[in-house]
Each structure stands twice: as structure tokens, then as C-alpha cells.
């Protein structure tokens, strides 16, 4: 009998550690944060709002405070950057500093709304504690500052380098009829780093978005395809730019921008 009930507890330890393991690769792979590159989240307590741009490689934090009108669903689309994640809850105090922000969302984890994993919040608490003070850059926006200045700020602030160094050019083609749909897109990858240099109209309308592209998937094609959620093919090497970004009906009434 004894015998039988240490084998008994060796089993029932393994699978519950197995479970656990398993439980961990599946908390790992379903996080968002990625420190290899710029991630921006929207985070919203019972008075602010605001769009925080974390960058790992530079070890610098860039915070747009917002009007609190603006809505939190509608920050990314106004200041024409891509949301990777928020965090919404009225526990937290967003005059507070970064990292003092995440340690909060950490121990208030199961009263916020968000699509991080506690795992990236301790990350993203990890990374904020290494980011000096003066890196922390703090910026107001205000909801009638006018597109050009605005995108002139997070030019500055939110680029991505990794898409800076890939130095691809893009063209983009709206193939919908709603107006100024492909402009609004140039915006967001501008701001992201891209390099647009020609933005159209299709002459017919086209049914499915794609992004195309010509030689490599570079990092700024995948960056495109998750943020925008087209599907990705690869050209014959005749187009006049490395990439180019087909908005159809399919993604029109769902655009992040």
C-alpha cells in the first residue's frame, strides 16, 4: 500500500507540474510584448488617457496624453499609430511614472480590461525600471491639433527603427470609394517609419486587401501584415516600390486607421 501511494504521488506531481509547464508555454505564447521592438498601448484610468510608446532597443518610453474625449477605442486612429495592447482600469493613476503605472496593473491584474498577459505586464514593468528619467518623454495632445503638426510629434517620438533601417518604399492603393481611405493610411505607415511615395486610386474596385512585396519578407512586411491584417504574397520584381498595400472592400469599415 505504501508502495502504491508513493507512485500514486509521483504520478500526481508530474502531471500537475506537466500541467503547469504547459499552462506557462500557452500564458508565453499568447503575450504581447516584444522587446525587440517599439510597442504601443492605449491605457485609460477614471480621469486619463493616454498612448504610451515603449522602445526597447533605444531604452526610451514616449507618453501622449490625450483628451479624454477622444475615446480609447479611437487613440491609435487619431494619432495615426498601431495599438498593440491596453490596459483599462480604474485602479491605476496615470500621473504616476511607468513603471510605478505596470506594477499597479500587476497587482490589480484580475480587476483590468486587457489583452496583456501578466507576463507582459511584469515585462513591461522589467523594461520601464531601466528607462532613466530623461528618457521618459510626456507629451499633451489636444483633439483639435491639426494632422500635419501632429504627425510631425510622433514622427519624432514613435517611429519605428526597425522599419527605418529596412528603407523599403511603398505604394498605396485604395481600391474602395471612400475617400481619402488611402491617405489615411499613408499617415499610419509614415508615422511608422515607412517610406510612402505614391498613394492612388485604383480604377476598379478591388474585393480583397493585400500587401505585396518584391526579393525578401522583410521585418516591415510582417510589421504591416499584424497591424493591418492583410494577406502577404510576393511579386514579380516589376513594381516601382519594394511594397505595396492594396486596401479593398474587405477591410474598409475595419480599418485601424
Given at each position: ?12 506531481v ?16 499568447a ?12 491605457l ?64 490589480n ?32 495632445i ?5 494632422p ?26 485604395n ?16 508615422n ?66
Amino acid at each position: 500500500n505504501t508502495k502504491i501511494a508513493i507512485v500514486f504521488f509521483i504520478l500526481l506531481v508530474f502531471f500537475v507540474g506537466l500541467s503547469l509547464v504547459f499552462k506557462m508555454v500557452l500564458v508565453v505564447r499568447a503575450g504581447q510584448f516584444d522587446d525587440s521592438r517599439r510597442f504601443n498601448l492605449t491605457l485609460l484610468d477614471n480621469k486619463n488617457l493616454e498612448v504610451m510608446s515603449l522602445a526597447p532597443p533605444a531604452k526610451n518610453i514616449a507618453v501622449f496624453k490625450l483628451d479624454r474625449n477622444i475615446g480609447s477605442k479611437e487613440a491609435g486612429k487619431f494619432l495615426k499609430v498601431p495599438i498593440d495592447g491596453f490596459i483599462l482600469c480604474n485602479c491605476l493613476d496615470l500621473n504616476q511614472k511607468p513603471d510605478s503605472v505596470f506594477l499597479k496593473a500587476i497587482f490589480n491584474y484580475k480587476k483590468a480590461q486587457t489583452n496583456l498577459t501578466i507576463i507582459d505586464l511584469v515585462k513591461l514593468f522589467v523594461f520601464s525600471k531601466t528607462v532613466a528619467p530623461s528618457a521618459v518623454v510626456t507629451k499633451n495632445i489636444l483633439g483639435d491639433l491639426i494632422p500635419s503638426e501632429l504627425d510631425k510629434i510622433v514622427v519624432e517620438l514613435a517611429s519605428e527603427e526597425l522599419i527605418e533601417k529596412d528603407n523599403q518604399t511603398i505604394q498605396i492603393i485604395n481600391g474602395t470609394d471612400i475617400i481619402g481611405l488611402g491617405n489615411r493610411l499613408a499617415r499610419l505607415v509614415t508615422n511608422m517609419g515607412g517610406d510612402v511615395i505614391i498613394v492612388a486610386t485604383s480604377d476598379t474596385h478591388k474585393k480583397s486587401s493585400i500587401i505585396s512585396y518584391i526579393d525578401q519578407k522583410t521585418y516591415t512586411v510582417e510589421r504591416l501584415q499584424k497591424v493591418l491584417g492583410y494577406p502577404v504574397v510576393r511579386q514579380a520584381n516589376n513594381a516601382i516600390s519594394d511594397i505595396i498595400i492594396t486596401i479593398g472592400e474587405d477591410k474598409a469599415s475595419s480599418a485601424p486607421f
